[in-house]
């Protein structure tokens, strides 16, 4: 095998983390307060452009016999009851969740040397809460959500932009789009959540909240 330019070469690509570490002392009590500490400061670099859709994660899923999916989507709200996505029902993550809701999610935040990993369980959100959101996307985005049969085979880009016109057509700027039924939202409900903050030499800081079965929260640190 020739030698390959460095700059292309996976083995030689290497980054120093040199950002402050992550202490016990300094975690919020509830996992949710403290991602809302990391979301606020990881929205404030967006502003910069230092990080790019902040709320983008990383959503994996498995099949009835364990295979696993991941894709990313976006995050539309979160709570102290977790994190909400919204998605097509019949998309291949949501047939996965129907047969295992078990679910793993990666905020990618890399340019802070952050990343939050969390663990736990999928389900519905109510139609109430799906139509309030659903208000608040663009119009095509509205119409998209029609127009795409998520995950499925189509037979070419020109049958997809001909399923959009016709959607413009019959609903112009001015009109409402009714909420499709088979979209909607995920809650993700966290049974663990995973503050991983890099350090030098790799050494670095992996805090995990593991919720308990009366509702509080215990603390673990994971070696690096």
Do not use: C
């Not at 905020?107 to 369980?121: D, E, K, L, N, Y």
């Not at 189509?154 to 609903?171: G, M, P, W």
């Not at 909420?179 to 993700?188: A, E, K, N, T, Y």
Request: cysteine-free.
């Amino acid at each position: 095998m020739t030698d390959r330019d460095p700059i292309l070469d996976p083995a030689a690509m290497r980054k120093q983390y040199r950002a402050e570490g992550l202490a016990e002392q300094d975690l919020a009590a509830h996992p949710m307060d403290q991602f809302t500490r990391w979301f606020e400061q990881a929205a404030q670099a967006a502003v910069h452009g230092t990080i790019y859709e902040p709320n983008a994660m990383v959503v994996s899923t498995a099949d009835a016999e364990g295979r696993p999916s991941s894709r990313t989507v976006l995050m539309k709200a979160y709570d102290t009851d977790g994190f909400v996505f919204y998605t097509n029902y019949d998309s291949r993550k949501a047939r996965d969740l129907a047969v295992n809701p078990y679910v793993s999610v990666l905020f990618p935040w890399h340019p802070i040397a952050r990343q939050v990993v969390v663990t736990g369980t999928a389900g519905r959100t109510g139609r109430d809460e799906t139509a309030a959101y659903f208000r608040t996307r663009p119009h095509g985005s509205q119409l998209g959500s029609w127009a795409s049969a998520q995950s499925s085979v189509i037979s070419s880009r020109a049958d997809l932009d001909a399923s959009y016109a016709d959607l413009v057509a019959r609903y112009p700027e001015d009109e409402q789009v009714p909420v499709p039924p088979h979209w909607g939202g995920f809650r993700i409900v966290p049974e663990t959540v995973e503050f991983w903050q890099g350090r030098q030499n790799r050494l670095h800081d992996r805090l995990r909240y593991v919720a308990r079965a009366d509702g509080s929260w215990k603390v673990e640190r994971l070696s690096p």
